[in-house]
């Protein structure tokens, strides 16, 4: 009986380990579910979940390696396909938080920094805010179910085993990085500007009337300011979520078409 089942057993594995392991990648860097208060038992429990709809939909290897070495190979290559796929997607969400840590810099509340649930990491109020914020409105808009067809459309793209990493793999990273810095700048940009005009503000009044204490008056100005502008300025959040998400979708094919060669 167990002479019967070995042979079986390992040839289901070769079929859907590969295939399983892009599934795992892919959750232990994903938005929210890389996050330290996500417990391991969830994270676990929903990878296997995954595994078991979208691995029997996926194209076996076309001839998994008969060497140990190269089998695991294999599975290497497809757990790296899974985590680059997760890292865009956090890496562009993550835009939210640079901007409030922008934000904290300029207006000074880098000193006092908050515990960030999100991150398990001290953070600034804003880019704790921001992130949280962002996060929220990732699964409200239904990202994560781009994130899940995004998934199940690699396995037509590259089926298991068929990857050949492209030279481009290097320039798509260091673009991935600038969209992440021009992205988190163009949702603290309203507010940077005010708070620019405000310094301006606070000089010319300190020329003209020496006699006020500008940084009495200034630094809770500045803060009282930043929140205002922040709270007004929330629709510019939305807006740049929008864009994350298209560029979510862009990057994510990118990334796909670039480990296929």
Not at 162 to 182: I, K
């Amino acid at each position: 009986m167990t002479a019967a089942v070995v042979p079986v057993l390992a040839q289901w594995l070769e079929g859907a380990l590969p295939s399983a392991l892009r599934i795992v990648g892919l959750v232990v860097l994903a938005p929210g579910l890389s996050y330290q208060q996500a417990p391991p038992q969830v994270r676990v429990a929903l990878a296997v979940g995954l595994a078991i709809i979208i691995a029997p939909m996926a194209s076996p290897p076309p001839g998994a390696p008969a060497e140990p070495l190269a089998f695991i190979g294999l599975c290497i290559s497809e757990l790296a396909l899974g985590l680059a796929m997760g890292f865009v997607a956090a890496a562009l969400l993550e835009a939210l938080r640079f901007g409030g840590e922008v934000l904290d810099l300029q207006i000074g509340l880098r000193a006092g920094q908050l515990f960030d649930p999100t991150s398990g990491a001290q953070s600034g109020i804003l880019s704790t805010a921001y992130a949280m914020l962002g996060l929220l409105l990732f699964v409200t808009i239904d990202g994560h179910h781009w994130l899940l067809r995004g998934l199940a459309a690699s396995f037509g793209i590259i089926p298991a085993g068929g990857m050949e990493p492209g030279v481009q793999l290097g320039a798509l990273a260091a673009d991935l990085g600038t969209s992440v810095l021009l992205l988190g700048l163009q949702v603290a940009g309203p507010v940077m500007a005010a708070l620019l005009l405000a310094d301006l503000a606070f000089g010319l009044v300190a020329r003209a009337v020496p006699q006020i204490n500008v940084f009495l008056v200034g630094i809770p100005g500045k803060i009282a300011l930043a929140f205002a502008l922040a709270a007004v300025s929330l629709p510019s959040v939305v807006i740049g979520l929008e864009r994350i998400c298209r560029l979510m979708a862009q990057y994510l094919d990118a990334t796909i078409r670039t480990f296929g060669g």
